[in-house]
Protein backbone atom coordinates (compact mmCIF):
# COMPACT_ATOMS: atom_id res chain seq x y z
CA UNK A 1 0.00 0.00 0.00
CA UNK A 2 2.79 2.44 0.78
CA UNK A 3 4.07 1.89 -3.06
CA UNK A 4 0.61 2.87 -4.16
CA UNK A 5 0.75 5.86 -1.68
CA UNK A 6 3.94 7.43 -2.82
CA UNK A 7 3.00 6.88 -6.51
CA UNK A 8 -0.20 8.75 -6.33
CA UNK A 9 1.56 11.52 -4.25
CA UNK A 10 4.29 11.74 -6.88
CA UNK A 11 1.67 11.73 -9.68
CA UNK A 12 -1.43 13.93 -8.71
CA UNK A 13 -0.72 17.11 -7.69
CA UNK A 14 -3.56 19.28 -6.34
CA UNK A 15 -3.95 22.83 -7.90
CA UNK A 16 -3.54 23.93 -4.02
CA UNK A 17 0.15 22.46 -4.59
CA UNK A 18 1.13 24.54 -7.75
CA UNK A 19 3.69 27.06 -7.01
CA UNK A 20 4.52 29.48 -9.63
CA UNK A 21 8.36 31.59 -8.63
CA UNK A 22 8.73 34.71 -10.30
CA UNK A 23 11.98 36.48 -10.38
CA UNK A 24 13.47 40.27 -11.71
CA UNK A 25 17.32 39.72 -11.23
CA UNK A 26 17.59 43.58 -12.25
CA UNK A 27 16.73 45.85 -9.27
CA UNK A 28 17.33 49.00 -10.99
CA UNK A 29 18.01 49.59 -15.30
CA UNK A 30 19.03 52.88 -17.01
CA UNK A 31 17.85 53.63 -20.48
CA UNK A 32 18.78 56.14 -22.65
CA UNK A 33 16.37 58.58 -24.88
CA UNK A 34 15.21 56.90 -27.78
CA UNK A 35 17.52 53.55 -27.40
CA UNK A 36 15.76 49.88 -26.33
CA UNK A 37 16.23 48.17 -22.88
CA UNK A 38 15.06 44.55 -21.63
CA UNK A 39 13.65 43.63 -18.60
CA UNK A 40 14.67 40.31 -17.39
CA UNK A 41 11.71 38.10 -15.97
CA UNK A 42 12.30 34.28 -14.73
CA UNK A 43 10.14 31.87 -13.56
CA UNK A 44 9.79 28.52 -12.26
CA UNK A 45 6.55 26.74 -12.65
CA UNK A 46 5.70 23.19 -10.11
CA UNK A 47 2.60 22.82 -11.57
CA UNK A 48 2.24 19.04 -12.74
CA UNK A 49 -0.86 19.26 -15.22
CA UNK A 50 0.28 22.21 -17.27
CA UNK A 51 2.95 23.99 -19.50
CA UNK A 52 0.17 27.09 -19.89
CA UNK A 53 1.97 30.01 -18.53
CA UNK A 54 0.87 33.28 -19.46
CA UNK A 55 3.15 36.23 -18.85
CA UNK A 56 1.75 40.01 -17.93
CA UNK A 57 3.56 43.22 -17.36
CA UNK A 58 2.89 45.75 -15.13
CA UNK A 59 3.95 49.65 -14.88
CA UNK A 60 3.62 51.47 -12.03
CA UNK A 61 4.41 55.56 -12.02
CA UNK A 62 4.52 57.85 -9.70
CA UNK A 63 0.84 58.93 -10.59
CA UNK A 64 -0.59 55.84 -12.19
CA UNK A 65 -0.56 51.97 -12.81
CA UNK A 66 -1.65 49.96 -14.94
CA UNK A 67 -1.31 46.56 -17.44
CA UNK A 68 1.01 46.96 -20.51
CA UNK A 69 -1.38 46.44 -23.64
CA UNK A 70 1.57 44.37 -25.52
CA UNK A 71 -0.65 42.68 -28.04
CA UNK A 72 -2.30 46.71 -29.47
CA UNK A 73 1.44 48.52 -28.68
CA UNK A 74 3.84 46.08 -30.90
CA UNK A 75 6.07 48.63 -31.75
CA UNK A 76 6.84 49.23 -28.18
CA UNK A 77 6.56 46.93 -26.72
CA UNK A 78 8.14 43.05 -26.91
CA UNK A 79 7.71 39.66 -25.54
CA UNK A 80 10.87 37.80 -25.78
CA UNK A 81 10.06 34.27 -23.68
CA UNK A 82 9.22 36.30 -20.39
CA UNK A 83 11.77 39.13 -21.01
CA UNK A 84 9.86 42.54 -22.13
CA UNK A 85 11.92 44.44 -24.21
CA UNK A 86 10.53 47.86 -24.77
CA UNK A 87 11.64 50.25 -27.85
CA UNK A 88 11.82 53.75 -28.16
CA UNK A 89 12.64 54.83 -24.33
CA UNK A 90 11.23 58.36 -23.36
CA UNK A 91 11.48 60.07 -19.68
CA UNK A 92 7.06 58.50 -19.57
CA UNK A 93 8.65 55.23 -19.74
CA UNK A 94 10.16 55.90 -16.19
CA UNK A 95 8.47 53.13 -13.61
CA UNK A 96 8.61 49.99 -11.70
CA UNK A 97 7.62 46.98 -13.89
CA UNK A 98 6.75 44.23 -12.22
CA UNK A 99 6.15 40.46 -14.37
CA UNK A 100 3.52 38.51 -13.44
CA UNK A 101 3.16 35.20 -14.53
CA UNK A 102 0.07 32.39 -13.81
CA UNK A 103 -1.17 28.98 -15.54
CA UNK A 104 -4.01 29.56 -17.60
CA UNK A 105 -5.40 26.06 -16.40
CA UNK A 106 -4.98 26.15 -12.69
CA UNK A 107 -6.97 28.07 -9.87
CA UNK A 108 -5.53 27.02 -7.24
CA UNK A 109 -3.33 30.09 -4.70
CA UNK A 110 -0.22 29.42 -6.33
CA UNK A 111 -0.75 29.58 -9.35
CA UNK A 112 -0.13 32.91 -10.09
CA UNK A 113 3.07 35.05 -8.96
CA UNK A 114 4.41 38.26 -9.42
CA UNK A 115 7.90 39.47 -9.46
CA UNK A 116 9.40 42.07 -6.93
CA UNK A 117 9.89 45.16 -9.68
CA UNK A 118 12.54 46.57 -12.09
CA UNK A 119 12.84 50.30 -11.24
CA UNK A 120 13.36 52.00 -14.78
CA UNK A 121 14.88 55.67 -15.12
CA UNK A 122 15.23 57.00 -19.11
CA UNK A 123 18.10 59.39 -18.92
CA UNK A 124 17.64 61.85 -21.83
CA UNK A 125 20.77 62.79 -24.36
CA UNK A 126 21.85 66.09 -22.37
CA UNK A 127 25.11 67.04 -21.77
CA UNK A 128 27.18 67.47 -18.23
CA UNK A 129 28.53 70.31 -17.21
CA UNK A 130 32.26 69.26 -18.34
CA UNK A 131 31.01 68.26 -21.80
CA UNK A 132 29.47 71.71 -21.66
CA UNK A 133 32.56 73.36 -21.05
CA UNK A 134 34.70 71.24 -23.10
CA UNK A 135 32.18 72.43 -26.22
CA UNK A 136 32.29 76.23 -25.28
CA UNK A 137 35.99 76.42 -24.94
CA UNK A 138 36.18 74.57 -28.45
CA UNK A 139 33.86 77.20 -29.93
CA UNK A 140 35.50 80.20 -28.56
CA UNK A 141 39.40 79.18 -30.01
CA UNK A 142 37.73 78.21 -33.06
CA UNK A 143 36.57 81.75 -33.46
CA UNK A 144 39.39 82.93 -32.06
CA UNK A 145 41.71 81.53 -34.48
CA UNK A 146 39.23 82.48 -37.37
CA UNK A 147 39.50 86.46 -36.26
CA UNK A 148 43.10 85.75 -36.07
CA UNK A 149 43.05 84.28 -40.23
CA UNK A 150 41.13 87.29 -40.82
CA UNK A 151 42.93 89.77 -39.17
CA UNK A 152 46.34 88.22 -40.97
CA UNK A 153 44.53 87.98 -44.37
CA UNK A 154 43.35 91.53 -44.18
CA UNK A 155 46.76 92.88 -42.94
CA UNK A 156 48.37 91.29 -46.24
Not at 63 to 79: C, E, F, H, P, R
Not at 119 to 128: A, H, P, Q, R, S
Request: charged share 10%; hydrophobic share 40%.
Amino acid sequence: YLFIYIIFIFTYTPESMCIIMVTQPQEHLHGRFNQSITISCHFNNSCHKSNQNEVQWYVFRTDSYYQLDIKNQAMKYVLQGADLHINSLSHTDDGVYHCAVFDALSTGSGAQAIGNGTTLTVKGNEYNAGQIMLLTLVVLLSLYILIVLVFFICIK
